[in-house]
């Protein structure tokens, strides 16, 4: 027998992966926190030998990286291959060879005419990446193929995360049964329904304490996850591309890359490290030294009604109340009335601009902000001039049903991502533009990885042609964020939702895997669009400062005291922001189910912010001390109330955060907590620390 280990992060999530081989596909051993530097790998691999009982097969088959069908394995297999005229292969594999770098295990098995190549990479951010190459000596069919397999816990749960329009990123927590959990989005995108993330905490974990295992599967079109406990008792879980997602034989085939963290420290420690990762590998910032600057965009003001008069008015309103970005959305090509033409004709529409942008551009120069524009160029409304033209650029059968009124263009095709990038850059060479609003509004009418790949490689090349320009990656709201589209761009919407009762829930659960600095989070419209929810001013400012920060409404309809209100919010956010965008998001344990909290904490650890939301009426009548998290238990932090303005009528007792500072070592808030006054339901406090 032959073992392999790699090790990567520091701290308590430290981790390392195990293997061992007896001659075939190698297969995990351990799966966990760091192991000692001098331990016996090859007594590991005894340990993990099983015993046989009655009713069994007279060897146990290897839960190995890719089970083997063809090796009498009983579970869900990790490859489903067929020959190039259909006929179903079951290949045996033998493990050839080790290739062993800095942070890099690559692991080659062959079987006739195939080689199966598994790469384990250790990243500086404590993130392990693993990835499945399959090379053919003929054409093969690939139906299914997974990312290198691991063991699950035998204890805990599984949690995963489901969404819809408007309601992203809620979690799901299943217990583990025989069988298979079998989750697949089929829809084309990473997806509202089922995105590619899934934690496994142990019996007892919660945010700040515990044992947890995550994945995140970076790839941005259909994928399939399958969590299996086997009949022996052994746990599985498989990422893949969805079945059947590679409709064409092929020599060469990989999986995306799948992300796994191991936390000694509960939730919060899978947070931080995907937190860490997206923002400091996987995202390549334009300008890394900029500040991230206060968002503004129009298209809950004025929708497709496009007027210059009107939009430079808001422009002004914008940049008075501290914006620095001004995003045109959708509307400003073709003939774009309405959501029923036009997409696809790049092209201004001069009955709306007959100077074109530049007037535009140039009153929010002016004003001191910078410009971004909306795109949805992946698809394509029949009522247009590119489709009149290309019919036969469609993706997927004429009949079909089409989605918002458009439909997709085949971005397999080297012609469509060639028009495409032309179009989209002749735009950018035209204009100071240094923002994209990147749109994805349909469904796929087939699940086709060609297609997820052709988008990757339009990112790719615009990103080389302008390197200067940020992209935000938005699908109808949160329908594609994953680790495979952030590596072409720099933000996501995560929700077309500015309700912020229900961005404060989503961005919470969001925090397990996204950092603040690329989660957009704007302050909407006093009735909601999307739920016809009234809040207060104060209560959605306070919840978007708690992410990217900017508006999205007309700013024309705010009262002197909102204006007021989101002026202060906002000079806040930009002298915080640097440590805020930098830190790092705590979730926490509250005892009453009302409240939804979070601490943000610097990267040196030397202040912090706590965003407390009373979501409705607490079932008690005072508030729970609220147990902080992320804090130097030594250190002595002195804490602020920041708007005790918002206290309710009703609060009337000597609450001593409402009438001053506090001054409490971290381990004392971490392990008693803080008392923040009475709140109505609807409204957030927000408390500074700062390390004395």
């Not at 890394?288 to 496009?306: G, L, M, Q, T």
């Not at 028009?419 to 994805?440: C, G, T």
């Amino acid at each position: 027998m032959t073992e392999f280990r790699l090790d990567a992060g520091m701290g308590d999530r430290a981790q390392t992966i195990a293997l061992t081989t007896s001659g075939g596909i190698p297969e995990v051993i351990w799966w966990g926190g760091a192991l000692a530097e001098d331990e016996d790998l090859a007594q590991l691999a005894a340990a993990s030998r099983q015993d046989l009982t009655g009713g069994m097969l007279d060897a146990l088959p290897a839960l190995s990286l890719c089970p083997e069908p063809g090796r009498a394995f009983q579970g869900q297999p990790g490859l489903v291959l067929a020959a190039a005229d259909g006929t179903p292969l079951l290949p045996r594999f033998s493990f050839e060879r080790v290739e062993e770098g800095d942070g890099l295990l690559r692991l080659i098995s062959v079987a006739d005419g195939l080689r199966l190549t598994h790469e384990l990479r250790a990243y500086p951010t404590g993130v392990i990446g693993l990835t499945t190459l399959l090379d053919a000596r003929q054409p093969v069919r690939l139906h299914w193929m997974a990312a290198p397999v691991l063991p699950a816990p035998q204890s805990g749960e599984i949690v995963d995360v489901h969404g819809k329009w408007t309601r992203e990123f809620h979690l799901n927590r299943v217990p583990w049964s025989p069988g298979i959990r079998l989750r697949e989005a089929r829809t084309g995108r990473s997806g509202h329904e089922h995105p590619p993330f899934a934690i496994f905490p142990a019996d007892g974990t919660t945010n700040r304490q515990g044992q947890a295992w995550a994945l995140h599967y970076g790839w941005s079109g259909g994928h399939r996850m399958v969590a299996e406990e086997l009949p022996d008792g052994r746990r599985q879980v498989q990422f893949g591309h969805a079945w059947g997602a590679e409709t064409l034989p092929a020599r060469h085939f990989r999986t995306a890359e799948l992300l796994a963290v191991w936390s000694g420290v509960g939730l919060n420690g899978i947070g931080a490290a995907f937190q860490h990762d997206i923002r400091d590998r996987v995202v390549t910032w334009p300008d890394p030294a900029r500040p991230r600057p206060v968002h503004y965009n129009c298209w809950e003001a004025v929708y497709f009604d496009h007027d210059l008069a009107d939009l430079c008015e808001i422009a002004d309103r914008a940049a008075d109340l501290g914006a620095e970005r001004f995003v045109l959305d959708d509307g400003w090509f073709g003939r774009r009335d309405d959501d029923t033409s036009s997409l696809g004709d790049w092209t201004v529409d001069r009955r709306k601009w007959p100077d074109g942008l530049h007037p535009l551009i140039a009153h929010v120069h002016d004003l001191g902000m910078r410009f971004g524009l909306w795109f949805e160029p992946e698809m394509v409304n029949p009522d247009s001039d590119l489709m009149r033209a290309h019919p036969d650029w469609m993706l997927g059968p004429a009949d079909q049903v089409a989605g918002r009124n458009q439909m997709v263009l085949d971005l397999a095709r080297p012609e469509v991502r060639e028009y495409l990038f032309h179009a989209v850059s002749e735009i950018l060479a035209e204009y100071p533009i240094d923002y994209i609003k990147w749109d994805h509004n349909r469904l796929l009418p087939v699940v086709d990885a060609a297609q997820t790949r052709g988008i990757h490689e339009l990112l790719g090349a615009l990103r080389k042609a302008h390197p200067g320009v940020e992209i935000e990656s938005c699908a109808s709201g949160g329908g594609r964020i994953d680790a495979g589209i952030l590596a072409h761009t720099h933000r996501v919407w995560l929700s077309d939702s500015n309700d912020a009762l229900e961005r404060l829930r989503m961005q919470h659960d969001a925090a397990l895997f996204l950092p603040a600095a690329i989660t957009g989070s704007h302050v909407g419209p006093r009735k909601s669009h999307t739920s016809g929810r009234v809040l207060a001013m104060s209560f959605r400012a306070w919840v978007a400062a708690q992410r990217h920060f900017g508006f999205e409404m007309d700013l024309r309809e705010l009262t002197q005291e909102e204006a007021a209100v989101l002026k202060s919010v906002t000079a806040w956010w930009k002298a915080n922001r640097i440590w805020m965008m930098g830190g790092t998001i705590h979730r926490i344990d509250s005892d009453d189910t009302a409240v939804v909290a979070e601490v943000q904490v610097a990267a040196d650890g030397g202040r912090f912010v706590l965003f407390a939301g009373q979501t409705e009426t607490s079932v008690q009548i005072l508030p729970r001390p609220l147990r902080l998290a992320g804090l130097q238990p030594e250190a002595r932090y002195r804490l602020r109330l920041i708007n005790p303005e918002d206290a309710p009528r009703q609060s009337r007792g000597p609450n001593a955060l409402k009438s001053g500072e506090l001054t409490l070592t971290g381990g004392a808030l971490m392990q008693r907590g803080v008392l923040l006054p009475v709140a109505w339901p609807e409204t957030i406090w927000v408390v500074e620390g700062e390390r004395v």
